[in-house]
């Protein structure tokens, strides 16, 4: 991992070296052809350097906020801000990171390849990868720890191998927020408490990691932060340590 130097919140964008944050108003989004909207006026803020679990039951709105905030899908009302820019003007830095089932693993493409894809928002439909993207793919896949896979087809990979080299193309990317949907799902305990800490320590480098999760009994190992949804309206957002009260996980999941 790099050191504290290395922030990659550092530089001309953010002259006071404030944290990035994340501002969520009164986010609104509808399905086409729903009768009620998925989202109903979120509200929350954050700040890159934490972990974030979205939770809620099935047909709460976990993976719709992912959407939107990954611009696969159109809120219809209100803003989100990155460091004070409508994310939409921000996209190369938001990297997706797909559940496992949503990944074609048929398809012949190496690890290496798979992590260089990172680099491809950075080049533009024009201009060719050259040795600074090679240093970067190389130094994504080192800290990672899957420098030693390559060469492998990603078909060969477990269910931790592929979570970590969907992490390295977010680093390639040189992404700040990372976007996971069910990141957890289909790990054993070791490779859910490898995971964790991983996530931790990518948000140490001041990354900022939102993912949908759903065992509220370990959230507060792996995240620092929770908002709580329920068909679509905030039930609360805060430190876990705050807001994952047995009154809150009732209103939530009764």
């Keep these: 991992m790099v050191n504290n130097k290395d922030h990659i919140c550092w530089g001309a964008a953010n002259p006071n070296h404030l944290p990035h944050e994340l501002r969520v ?4 989004a509808t399905y086409p052809r729903a009768a009620q ?12 350097g934490h972990t974030l679990a979205v939770m809620g ?10 959407n939107v905030l990954a611009g696969l899908m159109s809120s219809t009302n209100g803003k989100v801000l990155w460091d004070g820019k409508a994310l939409h003007q921000t996209r190369r830095e938001v990297a997706w990171l797909p559940q496992r089932n949503q990944v074609d693993l048929s398809f012949p493409i ?20 050259g040795e600074h993207d090679a240093t970067i793919v190389d130094k994504a896949m080192r800290t990672l720890s899957i420098a030693d896979l390559q060469q492998r087809q990603i078909l ?18 040189e992404a700040h927020i990372l976007l996971l949907d069910e990141p957890f799902t289909g790990l054993d305990a070791p490779g859910a408490n490898a995971l964790g800490k991983l996530l931790g320590e990518l948000a140490h480098e001041g990354r900022l990691v939102i993912a949908s999760y759903h065992d509220v009994d370990h959230a507060a190992c792996y995240f620092d932060y929770a908002l709580l949804l329920r068909e679509g309206k905030q039930i609360d957002f805060g430190p876990c340590t705050q ?10 999941y009764s």
Excluded: D
């Design 156 to 173: 060969e990979l477990s269910g931790g191998q592929l979570q970590r080299v969907f992490l390295a193309r977010a680093l390639a990317q």
């Design 25 to 28: 108003r009164g986010l609104c």
């Design 110 to 129: 190496t690890v290496r390849e798979l992590v260089e894809m990172g680099r491809y928002p950075a080049l533009g439909p024009w201009r060719a990868a």
């Design 243 to 252: 807001i994952l009260t047995r009154n809150n996980l009732q209103s939530t």
């Design 57 to 66: 039951p099935n047909g709460a709105g976990k993976s719709t906020l992912l």
């Design 37 to 48: 909207p998925t989202l109903a006026k979120l509200n929350f803020s954050i700040h890159c």
